[in-house]
């Protein structure tokens, strides 16, 4: 069964802070991908990666950035905190096997910034 | 870029009764449908998948979907519920790429 890790399940930070999410899998999948969750909002995606070193933008990625040096590893990175990133971080994976291979997600890590 | 809605936001029904969840996306093309669902305290998984063939989809813990292309739409339906079933449930679509874009999500509470 794929596992997809979550290094943190609670953060707290101060604004400003840089802040580092960790997400691990172990399927050897390609692609790997970043969501917030939002009441309301439903999952709203940050950035993607289809390959080691490979990062594409997603949806809303202003005041993200992220890092794939190794295929098992994701890391999401707040550059400077702010409260409006206040939120609940997902992280999924998924083979290239297609389009419709299914995506597994981690048990989320849930930020706050005061 | 596609979208998607969901309807409700929030639904409360008692157990046995029947559920039916709406979802719709806005994109022209060939689509791959998802539905998942997410139990408290717990991450997402994946209920049900179309993506070819029998428009009529069935998943995991009696849930089935229903694509009509012609609608645009890819409603949930379970015909009975039970308290088990009380999640937040998201419908996701996506196209040519691995992007897969999210509804609001619709969250379901069955009294016991």
């Known amino acids: 069964d794929v596992k997809v890790t979550q290094s943190s399940r609670y953060l707290v930070k101060r604004t400003g802070e840089k802040v580092f999410l960790e997400c691990v899998q172990d399927m050897d999948h390609e692609n790997m991908f970043w969501y917030r969750q939002d009441p309301g909002l439903g999952l709203r995606l940050i950035y993607f990666s289809y390959d080691v070193k490979m990062k594409e933008k997603g949806d809303i990625p202003e005041g993200y950035s992220v890092s794939r040096e190794k295929k098992e590893r994701f890391s999401l990175i707040l550059e400077s905190a702010s409260t409006n990133q206040t939120s609940m971080y997902l992280c999924?994976?998924?083979?290239?096997?297609?389009?419709?291979?299914?995506?597994?997600f981690g048990n989320g890590t849930r930020l706050t910034v005061t | 870029a596609q979208s998607v809605s969901q309807h409700n936001h929030h639904v409360i029904l008692s157990e046995a009764a029947s559920l039916e969840l709406g979802c719709n996306y806005s994109?022209?093309?060939?689509?791959?449908l998802f539905w998942y669902v997410q139990y408290p305290g717990q991450h997402l998984q994946l209920l049900l998948k179309?993506?070819?063939?029998?428009?009529l989809v069935k998943g995991i813990k009696g849930f089935e979907a229903e694509f009509i292309k012609s609608k645009f739409s890819f409603n949930l339906r379970k015909p009975s519920v039970q308290w088990s079933d009380t999640a937040e449930y998201f419908c996701?679509?996506?196209?040519?790429?691995?992007?897969?874009?999210f509804g609001a999500g619709t969250t379901v509470t069955v009294r016991a």
């Open positions: 996701a679509v996506n196209a040519y790429d691995y992007k897969l874009s």
């Open positions: 179309y993506f070819s063939g029998d428009p």
């Open positions: 994109y022209g093309g060939t689509v791959n």
């Open positions: 999924a994976s998924s083979s290239r096997t297609g389009p419709n291979s299914p995506l597994h």
